[in-house]
């Protein structure tokens, strides 16, 4: 399996671990969904390998939605409008430090057009949009970084609008809403927030512009298993000894595996080697493709007993 091309780092991306998770994808899919979309990695990929024609992307977050819409239905006019905000932080005099800040600062005053937000996301710490209180995005600059080049922009965001453009609808609404416009014979893919990752759960923690609450969550599954919706879940885990967050309860009825994400660059960082362990729940109604369980072995997953349930 290839790699799919991707537009600009961003934190909680499945693009690494997104070929494994495309494996417990059934094979009739009519429409995949992505409530919590991100930067799409999961539908590009789905899209690469052909999974199905008909797309639905949505994030709680509007300027990112609209950064991919950009992306994929007019990917030059893109690449051509980041160029030159991008080319602005090497003019005579300018500080590309402070330059960062001026475009961030007109963001969010405004002007949240897709390349701008592209530029800022293309600059930050790690690739996290974080958040304060009142919505406003506060995440540093990274000054060991200029961005991604324009060239890499417009090759990549080429790709992923020959991939998807005339087969996807956008939506920047609550994910429970996407979930009631699923039929039996879709595919819903969910990486919602981590638990206590928004100013609204953990004042401390907020890489995320608004968090899912865990039990109308698990409430929002019940419904989609009494009407018969397919879905898989990206969702809490462990990082050596320590679980994050909350097990889905075992009366949704899921299976539930535990996936090698390696070791995270916050942990490289700290000189520590603890591997984190992604969990990844799949809906009553999917059953597993035989070579998924040759693909366990192969990444590591925890022991049978533990990563199977």
Known sequence: MTKAPHLVQYQGSKRMLAPEIIRYFPDDIQTLYEPFSGTCAVTILAAKEKLCDSFVVNDIN????????????????????YREIWS???????????????????????????ARMLFVLARVVKGAVRY???GVMN???????YGTKPELVVKNATEISKLLKGKT?????????????????????????????????????????????????????????????RYIVSYDGQTGNKVIGKSLPENLNLKHLLINAGVSAQA??????????????????????????????????????????
């Open 62 to 81: 509007a300027p990112l939605v609209g950064l991919m819409q950009e992306c994929i239905e007019h990917p030059d006019r893109l690449a051509e409008e």
């Open 88 to 114: 602005g932080q090497y003019e005579p005099g300018e500080n590309n430090i402070d330059y960062f800040y001026k475009i961030r600062e007109q963001f969010n005053t405004g002007q949240k057009d897709p």
């Open 132 to 134: 304060n209180a009142d």
């Open 139 to 145: 995440q540093s600059c990274d000054k060991r970084r």
């Open 169 to 229: 609808t956008f939506y920047s609404l609550d994910y429970k809403e996407i979930f009631k416009m699923a039929t039996p014979k879709d595919l819903i893919y969910m990486d919602p927030p981590y638990q206590g990752t928004s100013n609204q759960e953990n004042p401390r923690d907020n890489r995320y512009i608004a968090g899912v609450q865990f039990e109308e969550f698990v409430e929002a599954l019940h419904t989609l298993n009494d009407r018969h919706i």
């Open 268 to 309: 490289t960082l700290m000189g520590k080697k603890e591997i984190t362990y992604e969990s990844l729940y799949l809906s009553p109604g999917l059953v597993c493709k035989p070579d998924t369980y040759q693909q366990l072995t192969m990444f590591d997953i925890l022991p049978k007993e533990v990563a199977i349930v």
